[in-house]
């Protein structure tokens, strides 16, 4: 087989239907006849004694069906969406409360479902939710990140849903204790809006025996065990598709309670029922991110080594369990807690508070992130209260290269790692020489400019198992069946073309085949930048398999023993054959060996990959206004093995612009009663092309060695990079004018506010 690596970057074959107007989403694939499905949602953020007249809204024209939290109990529908509950090294676990499909008697959040209004047209569904009367009484809403206040559950005391441990607290106070210096620093990570391209949407389809439902999320699996068994259905009996999807960052990997209200408006009608979220209802009704505060306590020796690292951290739940967000700022935050450096002892303690907003769960980077932002920030703080560079600081700290396999105090191993390397590469690139004189240059134009760095490290999420399937069809082509989803990150292209170059098939014969359930038994989907490395090491595992199943094949056909399969083609000593896969394949066709025609392989990671990098960027700041500019932007990144080269970096630079959004511009907002003050694009900022500068991406790679093809992840690189890089640059500008600390995110309004109170 070709070694791995001959590849070179082609062109992404998705980008023609995509640039054309010809991809397919959930919207473009309503069949005729399809009902259109609208929600009504809850108006208030808390309230108690709900009721629904809806007498009025189910006599209107074209209103097919009107649907009630009592309609779904009276069918057998199960009432409690599936979420994960997070568990501590003591054995604690949050608290498991319910999740209705539609509320019933109790609201929690503006934008809840209330109930699902199925019509000939949207606009008919749509006059129909307003006819619905909604009674309920308002109650105050607890939005306070803090314990107590107006109960979100009954079960959840205080409305303490996770009270979260990991580490050592007896050593890090030991090491406290005996610490030269110490550094403290609290963290706010502002709440954002996931705002994909495509909003959330699906299509439920009941036939009378079996169920379909297409929607665009990031795994199909997940879904389609759910609906059975929340609709009291065998598993057989659901299909799942995803089609095109645009855009999902982690916001779409979760189950929501449309899926569920959808699949069964189609079993009671027998018709397809299809609901296609808009923006605004999408701002109150997709998941949140982020919305926490930490606070990171570092302990040094008289050398300026980490002796110990403590956070304490509470974040935003929101009213429900979403299905990953216990496990967001506790578990997954704790994969990097102690970042790149070799720290003894670290204790993480998290509270996960409920309140009366949208629920939080994963976005680009789920809890990495947070931590290492927090990290990184306390990091340049530490720096500066010590009286040295920021490189250096992180030089002293850094976790060796002869220290791996490394295990970190969060338990976690790493499997290799070169950061002084990638750090050193960054520093020359960057011209950090040569920085004082831009500032200058910067100052003698009236304006702040400032150096920011963040060293980061990202833990590869998601199942580490994963299969792959290759089919010979009769007209020569080839498919590639694949567990993971794609949500435009380009895997048709990576996928085809690696298959392409172990096996010498032509990249434009080669279809790969995902987002079906029926067609594909298992997958782990798309999430925690696994895709591209799990399902390539399936994949190679598969054609391993196959070609050693045509060599045998071929050896029974007459050819002499070692039938070997070099550059493509399959030789034997002595003979002067030669076969290609796809001969071999119709040569075995021909025999009557339609075995040989399709080849499957589970394949299980022996570890995970921690991506790495160097981030630096330098920012402007214009003192009379307060507004910031990022002047110049450069990621060194540790990816290891680049599968292909241009769609890394695009992964990197989109994860860098996502980490500016919320580093400057994004910021979701209640008020004291709990309705969203951002729910449209008026009001909730989004980073536009003339925001960024052009981003610099550099690969610096240490090949994995977790996986046989030297892999790491790539798709949330930027983003965990780029937070701490953009506010330590900001800090670095402001402090001249005493400035001595700033939160997320950096607006103009803020920086200053920030200003003047420091001149005062």
């Known amino acids: 087989m070709r070694a791995f690596g001959q590849s070179q970057g082609v062109k992404r074959r998705e980008d023609l239907r995509f640039l054309t107007g010809s991809g397919r989403y959930v919207a473009d694939t309503l069949p005729p006849g399809c009902l259109h499905a609208v929600f009504l949602r809850a108006p208030v953020a808390h309230a108690t004694g709900l009721t629904l007249d809806v007498a009025a809204a189910r006599a209107m024209s074209g209103v097919a069906l009107v649907l009630t939290a009592g309609d779904l109990r009276a069918a057998g529908v199960t009432q409690g969406l ?38 000939e047209t949207r606009d008919q569904a749509l006059d129909a939710a307003e006819a619905i009367g909604v009674a309920y009484d308002e109650a105050p809403a607890h939005l306070e990140l803090a314990p107590g206040g107006p109960p979100v559950h009954p079960e959840a005391a205080d409305n303490l849903a996770v009270d979260w441990l990991l580490g050592d607290p007896e050593a890090v106070e030991t090491a406290f204790a005996r610490a030269a210096h110490v550094t403290r620093l609290t963290v706010r990570q502002n709440r954002v809006a996931v705002a994909s391209l495509e909003a959330r949407a699906c299509l439920a389809d009941w036939d009378g025996q079996r169920l379909h439902v297409a929607f665009n999320g990031q795994g199909v699996w997940t879904l389609k065990r759910e609906l059975a068994r929340m609709l009291g259905l065998s598993e057989d009996a659901v299909q799942v598709t995803t089609p095109d999807v645009g855009g999902g960052f982690g916001m779409k990997s979760m189950i929501y309670p449309e899926h569920f209200a959808v699949a069964q408006a189609s079993r009671v009608l027998g018709r397809p029922v299809a609901w296609i979220s808009d923006r605004a209802e999408a701002m109150v009704s997709d998941n949140g991110a982020r919305d926490l505060d930490s606070l990171a306590e570092l302990a040094f020796d008289a050398d300026h080594r980490v002796l110990a690292y403590r956070v304490t951290t509470r974040s935003n739940l929101g009213a429900y369990n979403s299905q990953f967000g216990q496990n967001i700022q506790s578990e997954l935050f704790s994969k990097v807690l102690t970042g790149v450096y070799d720290i003894p002892c670290a204790e993480l303690r998290v509270q996960g508070i409920y309140t009366h907003t949208t629920p939080v769960d994963a976005y680009r980077g789920a809890g990495r992130p947070e931590a290492i932002t927090l990290l ?241 960027c330098e920012v402007e700041v214009d003192p009379e206004t307060g507004a910031l500019r990022l002047d110049r932007y450069l990621a060194v990144d540790d990816l290891g093995t680049l599968m292909h080269p241009q769609l890394a970096e695009g992964q990197v630079h989109g994860g860098v612009v996502q980490g500016f959004g919320q580093a400057v511009v994004e910021d979701a907002r209640f008020d004291a009663d709990g309705q969203l003050l951002t729910g449209s694009f008026m009001d909730y900022a989004m980073p536009r092309a003339a925001d960024l500068p052009m981003i610099r991406f550099v690969s610096e790679p240490t090949p994995s060695r977790n996986n046989p093809i030297g892999m790491k992840g790539c798709g949330e690189a930027g983003t965990v990079g780029a937070l701490a890089a953009i506010g330590n640059a900001a800090l670095d500008a402001l402090w001249s004018r005493g400035v001595r600390h700033v939160d997320m995110p950096l607006t103009p309004q803020r920086i200053w506010g920030w200003l003047q109170d420091a001149r005062r």
């Open 82 to 119: 599936w979420a994960v509950t997070a568990r501590d090294q003591r054995g604690q676990r949050g608290v498991a409360t319910r999740r209705p499909v539609l509320a019933e008697d109790r609201v929690r959040h503006v934008g809840e479902p209330l109930a699902l209004i199925a019509a």
């Open 376 to 616: 990184e920030r306390a990091m340049d703080t530490a720096a500066r209260e010590l009286g040295l560079s920021p490189f250096d600081l992180r030089r002293r700290n850094f976790i060796a290269p002869d220290s791996f396999p490394y295990t970190t105090p969060s338990r976690v191993t790493y499997d290799v790692g070169d950061f002084a390397r990638v750090l050193a590469r960054a520093e020359g690139l960057g011209d950090v020489a040569g920085f004082e004189q831009r500032r200058r240059a910067s100052e003698s134009s009236g304006m702040l400019r400032g150096l920011g760095l963040c060293y980061y490290i990202e833990s590869i999420l998601g199942d580490d198992t994963e299969g792959a399937t290759i089919e010979f069809t009769e007209t020569g082509d080839v498919r590639l069946y694949v567990g993971t989803q794609s949500n435009g990150q380009g895997h048709e292209t990576v996928y085809a073309q690696y298959l392409a170059d172990l096996t010498g098939l032509s990249f434009d014969r080669i279809e790969v085949v995902q987002g079906d359930s029926d067609r594909i038994a298992t997958g782990g989907g798309t999430g925690g930048s696994r895709s591209v490395t799990v399902q390539s090491v399936a994949t190679l595992g598969t054609v391993e398999q196959m070609v050693a199943a045509f060599a045998a094949f071929l050896e029974t056909e007459g050819e002499a023993a070692p039938v070997t399969f070099e550059d493509g083609i399959f030789s034997a000593p002595g003979s002067n054959r030669r076969l290609t896969l796809l001969e071999a394949a119709d040569l075995a066709r021909a025999q009557g060996r339609t075995d040989l025609l399709r080849h499957e392989k589970r394949t299980r990671l022996p570890g995970r990959s921690f991506p790495n990098g160097a981030h630096l």
